[in-house]
């Protein structure tokens, strides 16, 4: 059990993706998981309301109240285009076979 100290937490929601970084997605996932909270309570169902009702509270708050936004990361470099690469590349379809 020693090994496992180093080891990230188990999140539901991943806060350092990019996909949660516009508002508009945070706020669209925590409304739909509170409309499926209100559906569960109209309906009648106190075991999935519960359950809805605490993770739309859990979506609200790392979402919103405890959400800090991923670190921006630059692209990669472009490679320039060589034109000596293409000389390198062989055609693999060819019929000839290589000369050893």
């Known amino acids: 059990m020693a090994d ?6 188990f999140y539901l929601i991943d806060t350092q993706s990019q996909f949660y970084k516009p ?3 945070r706020a669209a996932i925590c409304a739909s998981v509170i409309f499926w909270a209100v559906l569960e309570t109209w309906h009648q169902q106190p075991f999935w309301a519960v359950i809805s009702v605490a993770l739309a509270v859990y979506c609200i708050y790392v979402l919103f109240w405890s959400y800090t936004p991923p670190a921006d990361v ?3 470099p472009v490679r320039p285009y060589d034109d000596d690469e293409d000389e390198e590349i062989k055609d693999v379809d060819s019929d000839e076979k290589p000369k050893p």
């Open 23 to 25: 508002v508009g997605v």
């Open 74 to 76: 630059p692209p990669p």
């Open 4 to 9: 496992n100290k180093n080891k990230t937490p």
